[in-house]
């Protein structure tokens, strides 16, 4: 494997879903039609995909490096998704919200802390 190159996400409404993941996130729109719309995120894409969602609690969940994650939580509870978790400062060395999308999602927002070691990284359980 060289990438992770796309992550699919299935929403109900592409309008909806677009404002938490493109105005709030930041992720820039790509191409879109009515069923689908993909989204730059890095050197990867987001597409969400207009069908029938089926969230979980414990599944797959995206993470995004953003520069704030204080004001990027705010901004992504303004455009409809709920606040799970956070933000806090992680044991791992990140500054992490736990956010649900409007169709149940969990994706989450981080920032590296400054000042971080890497301990915990190797040879822990």
Do not use: K
Not at 9 to 38: F, I, K, T
Not at 66 to 84: K, N
Request: glycine share 8%; charged share 20%; aromatic share 4%.
């Amino acid at each position: 494997m060289t990438s992770v190159r796309r992550i699919v996400v299935s929403v109900s409404d592409l309008e909806r879903s677009s404002a938490v993941y493109s105005g709030a996130l930041g992720l820039e729109p790509l191409w879109a039609n009515e069923d689908v719309a993909r989204l730059r995120a890095g050197d990867a894409e987001l597409m969400l995909h207009r069908r029938t969602p089926t969230p979980a609690e414990f599944g797959v969940a995206a993470t995004f490096a953003v520069d704030d994650v204080d004001s990027v939580t705010t901004a992504a509870v303004s455009a409809g998704a709920e606040l799970v978790h956070g933000p806090d400062d992680e044991p791992w060395g990140e500054r992490q919200s736990v956010l649900r999308d409007p169709d149940g999602h969990l994706f989450c927002v981080v920032t590296p802390i400054q000042e971080h070691g890497t301990a915990g990284t190797a040879g822990t359980a």
